[in-house]
Each structure stands twice: as structure tokens, then as C-alpha cells.
């Protein structure tokens, strides 16, 4: 069973795609209808030629009936014993005891009954095939038996070899007209998945190219250019908005910042110091808001182009740690390195930053030891931090990448909701992305980058 695992998997992908399906379906489909189709008319071919054997017998046996009436037994033979010499008519006049006088059947078959103008079917006794005849009943009990050979099966038989080839024909056509259909649609959406992915990466403003058709597939391109156009506008209203309200807003707070450092030194003996401290530290989590902002914002409209150049990841990871070390020691943690050597094109402020964001927030929301780790192979790098606290749920993995989202346990924790998602930010300016997983215990953050400068250089 193992040998076929790896084939049954490919099989499984080929038949996932609903393309794929389409193509092994339509001939299955044209088989059945054409199958139906040959076996109402062979049917119904047998039933004609049947009838219309049963009418030429009967006709003959009356002939034969006639000579016998009008001109006595020994007319009848030799008429019989004159048609006999036909190779696919079969003829037998016997006594009443079953004896032959003439015709080219040696006995009377068995299994056929004596009954008078009865239709009968049987086996040549010379040579096997079928035997369609008509029994009368002579005056006197002669018995008269006249049939042909089954011509209706030869029919039946080439009908089966002209089905067989008309198969062949509607399964290979079926075959070539489902590929080049599916080809051709694929080639349609291919164009819209290509464009789709450069939206995502560098070219915000490329829109999918229309076809000369004007088939709904060209309704559905031209509905979602016009989508994309609208949603162009609402994000840049909404990225100038929110850039220019940080930016106008982090001046003034600036200057109250200083504002109230300066009062706290002047206030120095004074009871309110501890409120003017207070204020401060309100006013500077404010600031460093308003500072992720700005930076999300300009990594989004494409402000900050990244400064790519190839640099050790575990060099980097080993900047970090050695940066957070102290601060891991003091809260009585223990920060471990786990790396092996890796070099890729980033841009390494931007990815320290990013890195730095995950070992701190492991820190202050994690427990147990912190692991930085870097690892690589042919086509991605990974930095990953982990911790081994009690994790998130596969919901909150998925929320809490979002802007501003903080989870219950972090409510009264100092921060602003927007780490990881300047993380993912990052990881995807790189042409990476950000992934989140369950560790058991603690939660596993890994930045995912390409191992060639094939990310985009900027977020549109």
C-alpha cells in the first residue's frame, strides 16, 4: 500500500481541480449518452428485423401450406427439397412420428414444440448459431418446420463493433474539445490569479486585462477593476488620513511630552511629581503609537523602500538576543539562540525591528524560556521566536495580527496593539510572510522570508 501512497496524492491533486474534473467527466458523460443511445437502437434493430423474419416465415409456411392443399405431399417435398439448397434457410417435413421426408434438417431439433403457427427460436445443430423458425401443423399431422438463419444477430454484432468505434471517436473528441475548453479558461483565469498576486506585491494599480469577447467572464474582469479602483480610493484616503492625523498629532504631544518633563523638574520635593511622572509615561506610550503608525503607514504607501543587502540571520537573531538579554535576566527568564548560519537580502532594520518586536513581546506575554531560531532551506529562511506560556487559540492566532486588537490577557499589560501587525508588515515588504502556530506549550511567531530578493521592495 505504501508504494501507492505517492500516486493516489497526485491523483487526489488532479482531481481536485474542478478543470481536471470537467475533462474526465464530458467523456464519461458522451460514453453514457451514446451507450443509451446504441442500445435503443439495437433493440429496437432487433425487434424490426425480428418481426419482419416472423412475417416472411409465416408467408413462406402459407406458400408451402398452399402447395400442399392444392397439390398433395409429394409436391410439397420436392418444392422443399428445391429451397433447401439455400445456405441460410433451414426446412424439415416430417411424418407424424417424427420421421424425415425432406428439408436439410436431419431431425426435429429438440426443445421445439409441436404447436400449430408457433413461432420458435433454436440452436443449428451444424455450426451453432441461431435459428429462427415457424411450425405448422400439415393436414394429416405432417409437421412443417421453416426457418433462417439469425441475420438480426450479425446486425446486432456489427452494431457492437460500430458502438465500440463510435467510443473510441466521442471519447477522443470529448477528450480534446474538454482540454482545449479548460485550456483556454485556464489561460482567462490564469491572467486574473497573475494579476491578483501583482496587486498584492508591488503593483497596486495594475488592473486585469480585458478580452474582446464581452462574455461574462469580461463582466466579472470589468466589475472587479472597477472594485479594485474603489478600494484604491478608500485605502488612500484612509493611509493619507491616518498618516497625516499622526503626523500633525506627534508634535504637539512632543512638545507636551517636554512640556511635563520640564515641570517634573521643577516640581522636584513636590507631591505632584509622581502625577507629572505619570502623565509623562501616559503621554509616551501616546508617542509610541503615534511612531508605529507612521511606520506601518510609510511601509504600506510605499514610502520606505526597503534597503536590501545580504546579511547573516543569525547574526542578526544574535544582535537581538544579546540586546534583550539583560532584560530577559532581570525578569528572571532565561533567552536561548538556536541558529544555524544563514544569509538572505533584507533589509536589516526593518527585520531587526521586526525581530526585536517578537522577542519583546514574547517577554511580556509569554512565560517560561524565550528560543530565537533561525533556520533555512533551498527555497525559505525562518526567524522564529517561541515561547512556552499557554499560547492562543487558533482564533486568537488569527485576530491578533489585526491593528489594535489586544486580547483579554494583555488588557492591562503596557502596549499599543500594533506589534505584530508592523511584524507582518515587514515580513510581507520582504515578500515573506508572518505565521503563528501552537508550540504546546507557548506560541511559536516565525517570519517566513523568500532565500532570493523575489519579495517586493514595497507595499502599495
Request: glycine share 8%; proline share 5%; net charge negative.
Amino acid at each position: 500500500m505504501k508504494p501507492l501512497t505517492p500516486l493516489w496524492r497526485r491523483w487526489r491533486r488532479f482531481a481536485s481541480s474542478p478543470f481536471n474534473r470537467f475533462v474526465l467527466i464530458l467523456p464519461l458523460f458522451m460514453l453514457a449518452a451514446t451507450g443509451g443511445f446504441v442500445l435503443l437502437t439495437y433493440h429496437e434493430s432487433q425487434r424490426a428485423l425480428l418481426g419482419e423474419f416472423r412475417a416472411a416465415l409465416r408467408e413462406e409456411v402459407g406458400n408451402l401450406e398452399l402447395v400442399y392443399r392444392q397439390e398433395g405431399l409429394e409436391p410439397l417435398r420436392e418444392e422443399i427439397a428445391q429451397r433447401s439448397g439455400r445456405s441460410d434457410a433451414l426446412y424439415l417435413l416430417t411424418e407424424p412420428d417424427g420421421k424425415p421426408l425432406a428439408g436439410n434438417l436431419k431431425r426435429w431439433p429438440e426443445g421445439v414444440p409441436l404447436v400449430d403457427a408457433h413461432g420458435v427460436a433454436f440452436l443449428d445443430p451444424q455450426d451453432g448459431s441461431t435459428v429462427a423458425a415457424e411450425v405448422f401443423l400439415l393436414y394429416g399431422d405432417y409437421r412443417l418446420l421453416v426457418g433462417r438463419r439469425a441475420i438480426y444477430e450479425q446486425v446486432g454484432a456489427h452494431l457492437l463493433r460500430n458502438y465500440l468505434a463510435l467510443s473510441v471517436i466521442v471519447l477522443l473528441a470529448s477528450l480534446v474539445c474538454g482540454w482545449i475548453f479548460t485550456t483556454l479558461l485556464r489561460r482567462r483565469l490564469g491572467a486574473i490569479t497573475h494579476t491578483a498576486r501583482a496587486i498584492r506585491g508591488e503593483a497596486r494599480h495594475t488592473r486585469i486585462p480585458m478580452g474582446k469577447s464581452g462574455d461574462e467572464i469580461d463582466a466579472l474582469i470589468a466589475e472587479l477593476n472597477a472594485m479594485l479602483d474603489q478600494q484604491d480610493k478608500l485605502l488612500d484616503y484612509a493611509r493619507q488620513s491616518s498618516f497625516a492625523i499622526a503626523h500633525d498629532l506627534r508634535h504637539p504631544l512632543s512638545n507636551l511630552r517636554n512640556g511635563l518633563s520640564e515641570l517634573g523638574s521643577a516640581l522636584k520635593g513636590s507631591e505632584l511629581v509622581e502625577q507629572v511622572d505619570t502623565l509623562t509615561g501616559d503621554v509616551d506610550r501616546i508617542l509610541a503609537v503615534f511612531s508605529a503608525l507612521l511606520r506601518l503607514g510609510r511601509l504600506e504607501s510605499g514610502a520606505r523602500q526597503l534597503q536590501r543587502q545580504p546579511w547573516p540571520l543569525d547574526e542578526l537573531a544574535d544582535d537581538v538576543a544579546s540586546l534583550y538579554q539583560p532584560v530577559a535576566e532581570d525578569a528572571g527568564r532565561t533567552l536561548r539562540l538556536v541558529t544555524t548560519p544563514c544569509v538572505v537580502e533584507v533589509d536589516r532594520e526593518l527585520l531587526g525591528q521586526a525581530l526585536a518586536n517578537l522577542v519583546e513581546n514574547a517577554l511580556r506575554y509569554g512565560e517560561g524560556a524565550v528560543e530565537v531560531g533561525v533556520r533555512a532551506d533551498a527555497q525559505h529562511a525562518e526567524l522564529t521566536v517561541r515561547d512556552h506560556g499557554p499560547g492562543l487559540s487558533v482564533v486568537e492566532q488569527a485576530r491578533v495580527t489585526e491593528p489594535f486588537v489586544r486580547l483579554e490577557s494583555s488588557r492591562h499589560t503596557p502596549g499599543s496593539g500594533l506589534g505584530l501587525t508592523l511584524v507582518k508588515a515587514i515580513a510581507e515588504a520582504h515578500g515573506g510572510e508572518l505565521l503563528l502556530t501552537a508550540a504546546r506549550p507557548g506560541l511559536a511567531v516565525t517570519i517566513r522570508l523568500p532565500r532570493t530578493a523575489a519579495g517586493s521592495e514595497r507595499i502599495d
